[in-house]
């Protein structure tokens, strides 16, 4: 008996810790949705790659210093800001790090990057992710821009 309860207290921290079983399948799952925002980007198509967001008017999307609420006022901003395949360029994103908090949400940090003729800006980001019905939907996004110093 006493045997059981020392193995039990020696492993009972690491059960307790221990990611979901089919934790590899959730970030798989999350990539897929990444994977899709990359490839509707690159191929222009700003409706494509809003996809991967969450629709709905508590979406939460902050950069530059800018709170932006919902997923149309996102969706707009993006329209009007990436008007052209040349403004949009080429997307990558890089470093990701996956952290699951359940079953259906987890957080991802990374870099992201766009090659454009003129220019080259990146950042990082840190997305907040959750299962929905239809897949995994970004409804935190806290995007920022590396300045460059010369």
């Known amino acids: 008996m006493m045997k059981t309860i020392f193995i039990l207290f020696l492993f009972l921290p690491v059960l307790c810790f221990a990611q979901p079983q089919d934790s590899s399948k959730q970030v798989q799952d999350i990539m897929a949705t990444l994977n899709a ?3 509707a980007w690159n191929n222009g ?4 790659y809003m996809n991967g967001y969450w629709k709905s008017d508590s979406l939460i999307f902050t950069s530059s210093g ?3 609420r919902g997923w149309n006022a996102t969706y707009e901003k993006y329209k009007s800001s990436y008007n052209t395949k040349e403004k949009m360029g080429t997307l990558t994103f890089s470093g990701l790090e996956f952290t699951l908090l359940s079953e259906t949400s987890a957080w991802v940090l990374g870099h992201w990057e766009l090659t454009r003729e003129k220019d080259h800006p990146e950042g ?5 992710v959750k299962k ?7 409804v935190h996004d ?6 460059k110093k010369n």
């Open 37 to 39: 925002q990359v490839q």
């Open 45 to 48: 198509d700003v409706a494509g």
């Open 66 to 68: 800018n709170i932006q």
């Open 124 to 128: 990082i980001f840190t997305l907040i």
């Open 132 to 138: 929905f019905a239809d897949g995994w939907k970004v």
């Open 142 to 147: 806290h995007t920022s821009v590396i300045t």
